[in-house]
C-alpha cells in the first residue's frame, strides 16, 4: 500500500494536466511573483540575524506560493493596474508562514517525530518570535495599503485563523467530531486566507464594486476548503509518495480529519474500538497504520472527502461566473481542478 | 539575604509614597479603564471556549495594567474628548499580554521552574494560539481607530518588540553583552510598547500635533527603558519578596541583565569564572545565587542599575515639560517616581 512503482498513462496524464494548470498560473503572474519575492526578501531582513536565517528556512523551502498567486491572479482578473497587491500579497504569504512557524511549535511529549521543523533546529522560543515577527510585517505590509477595508478583512482574518486552530486543538483526537465541526475548522484555518487573499485584490480594484468582492471571497473560500479537503485526503494516499511527503503523519497525531471522521461513522463496533485505541489514546502498534488505511478503503472514505472537495471546487468555479472570459479566469479555473486532481 | 522581616519606618514611608502615585493615577482614569476592562471582556471572548479560559489566566492575574493607563492618561493630558482611547488601551493591554504568553513558550530543557505559566497547563501551542489570537484581536482594534497612523506607529511596534525579544534570545547567556546592546534589547522589548501606548493618544487627539506626539512617545519611551532597568534590578533584590515575587529568576535563567554585565566586567578574574559557570554554562550550585548577590552589592551593580533608571526617568519627566500643569500631567510625573522607587 505504502509503496507503488507502476506508474500508469492515465497517471502521466493527470501529471500533465495538473503540471500545466500550476504552470499557466505561474507564468500569468510571473513578472508580479518577481516583486513578491523581492519584498518577501526585503520585508523578512532584520540587523538580527536570526531572523532572517529561520524564516527563510521556511520561505525558501520551495512552496508554490499558491496564496499571494492568489492574490495576483485575481488583480489580473480586475485589470487592477496599481502596485498594491505586490505588498498584499507578501503579507498574505507572511501570515500562512507565521502560522506554519506556529504550528511546528510543540509540546515535550511530542517533540520527537523524525521531521526537522524549525523548532527543532531554532527551539520553541525563537520560533514563536520569528513567527510574531512575519505577522508584525505583514501588519505593516497590510497598513501601507491605505485601505481601511483591506486592514479589516486581514485582521479578521488572522483573528479566524487562529480561533480555527484552537477549535483544532480542543478537538484533538476526539471521535466523536462531527463533519460540521471538520468543516468548520478547515474553513476558519485555511479557508479564510484563501478567502482574504482573493477579496483583497477585489478591494483595491475600487471601481468593481461589492459584487466583485463578494464573488471573490467566495472563489477562495470554497477553493480553500477543497484544497484542505484534499490534503487531509491525501495524507491517507499511497501515491503522496510522489510529492516528496510521508503518508500516515495525521494519523501518527490522532488528527480528526474527515477520511477517519467517515470512517468512525461508518465502521463496526470492533472497527471503532481500533479508531479509539490508535487516534483517541494514540496507542499505535506496527501494522495499524496498514489496518487503517484497509478501514478507509473499505468505507470508500478517502474518495468521498475528494467528492466532497469536487463539490467545493465546482462552487468555486461557479463563484467566478460573473466575471468575463479572460487568461486570468481562466487559470483560476485551472487552479481549481489543479487542487483537487493532485490527490490522483 | 533573601528574608527581611524588619521593616524600617523609611519602608513604610516609601511603601506609602508609591502606592499613593499609582493610586493617584488609578483614579484619574477609573472610569475609562473600567470601559477599557469591558472591552478587555467583550474582545477576548470566543465561541471556543479554550480562547478566554487560557487568556482570561493572564489577563485576570491582576496586573496593573500599567500600558493602557499610559493611553487614558496621555489622552486626559492632552484634553482628548472622544472614546478611540478605550479600544487602543485595550490593544496595547492585548499586545502585552500576547508578548508574555509567547514568553511562557519554552523549550523542553526549560520545562521545569516551579512556576506555573500558561503553557505548563495548557501547553505550548495553545499557549502560542491564544498569543495570536490576541494579537489578531489587538490590530482589530486598532483598525477601527480609522487612523492609518495609529496603524503604523502600533504594527511597527510589534515587529521592533518581536525584533528585541529575538535579539534578547541571541545573546542569551553571552557575558561579552554590552551595556548598548541590552539597552537596545530593552528598548525594543520594553520601552517601545509604553512608547506607542503614550504617542497613539497624541495621535486620536488631532489638533496637539508632532510637538505633543513626540513628547509623549519620548516620556513613555524613557519611563519604560526605566521600568525594565529597575525590573532587573529587583530579581536581585531581597526585598522583592515584598511584591509577591521570587527573586533570581534571571540568575537561574544566565539572562543577561545590566547588574550582571557591569558586575562581570569589573570584576576579578576568579569572579569572571564564576559568571561564566553559573550564566554561562549553567551549571549552578547551592549557595551561587547568594554568592552572585554578594558580588553584586560588592561592584554596586544593583545601585548602579537603578540609578542608570534614574537618569532615564528624569529624561521622561523632562519630555513632558512642553505640557501645561494638569492632574493628568502630576499623575503620569508621579509615576515615573513609582516605577523606580519601587526598587526599595
Redesign the interface.
Known amino acids: 500500500m505504502a509503496s507503488n512503482n507502476v506508474v500508469s498513462l492515465e497517471d502521466h496524464q493527470n501529471a500533465d494536466k495538473t503540471i500545466t494548470a500550476i504552470e499557466k498560473m505561474q507564468s500569468l503572474v510571473a513578472d508580479q511573483m518577481q516583486l513578491v519575492n523581492d519584498t518577501i526578501l526585503k520585508r523578512m531582513d532584520?540587523?538580527?540575524?536570526?531572523?532572517p536565517e529561520l524564516a527563510g528556512h521556511l520561505i525558501n523551502s520551495g512552496g508554490k506560493r499558491l496564496r499571494p498567486m492568489l492574490t495576483l491572479a485575481s488583480s489580473k482578473l480586475l485589470a487592477y493596474e496599481g502596485k498594491k497587491q505586490i505588498g498584499l500579497a507578501t503579507a498574505v504569504e507572511f501570515i500562512h508562514t507565521a502560522t506554519l512557524l506556529?504550528d511546528d511549535?510543540?509540546?515535550?511529549s511530542k517533540?520527537r517525530r523524525g521531521k526537522k521543523p524549525a523548532n527543532l533546529i531554532w527551539?520553541?522560543?525563537?520560533t514563536?518570535?520569528?513567527?510574531?515577527?512575519l505577522?508584525?510585517?505583514a501588519?505593516?505590509l497590510?497598513?501601507e495599503s491605505?485601505s481601511?477595508r483591506v486592514?479589516?478583512i486581514l485582521?479578521?482574518t488572522?483573528?479566524v485563523?487562529?480561533?480555527g486552530?484552537?477549535?483544532q486543538?480542543?478537538v484533538a483526537n476526539d471521535l466523536s467530531t462531527t463533519e460540521e465541526t471538520y468543516l468548520q475548522v478547515i474553513t476558519a484555518k485555511t479557508a479564510v486566507l484563501f478567502a482574504a487573499a482573493c477579496e483583497v485584490a477585489g478591494v483595491i480594484s475600487e471601481e468593481h464594486g461589492e459584487e466583485a468582492e463578494k464573488a471573490l471571497e467566495a472563489y477562495g473560500k470554497y477553493l480553500g476548503i477543497a484544497f484542505q479537503l484534499v490534503d487531509d485526503a491525501l495524507d491517507y494516499n499511497a501515491k503522496r509518495a510522489t510529492l516528496g511527503k510521508e503518508i500516515g503523519d495525521d494519523f501518527r497525531e490522532g488528527k480528526i480529519t474527515l477520511p477517519v471522521i467517515l470512517a468512525y461513522r461508518r465502521g463496526s463496533d470492533e472497527e471503532r474500538e481500533f479508531w479509539k485505541r490508535t487516534i483517541q489514546k494514540l496507542k499505535q502498534e506496527d501494522g495499524d497504520l496498514e489496518h487503517a488505511l484497509e478501514l478507509l478503503t473499505q468505507h470508500g472514505t478517502i474518495n468521498d472527502t475528494i467528492e466532497r472537495a469536487r463539490h467545493y471546487g465546482a462552487m468555486a468555479k461557479d463563484a467566478l461566473a460573473i466575471f468575463k472570459d479572460s487568461e486570468a479566469k481562466d487559470c483560476m479555473l485551472g487552479i481549481v481542478d489543479f487542487c483537487i486532481e493532485r490527490a490522483y
Chains 1, 2 share one sequence.
Open positions: 532584520s540587523p538580527v540575524a536570526l531572523i506556529h511549535v510543540v509540546d515535550e517533540l527551539g520553541n522560543q525563537a514563536v518570535l520569528v513567527g510574531d515577527f505577522f508584525s510585517r501588519f505593516e497590510m497598513v491605505d481601511l486592514l479589516q485582521s479578521n488572522s483573528a485563523i487562529t480561533e486552530e484552537v477549535l486543538l480542543t
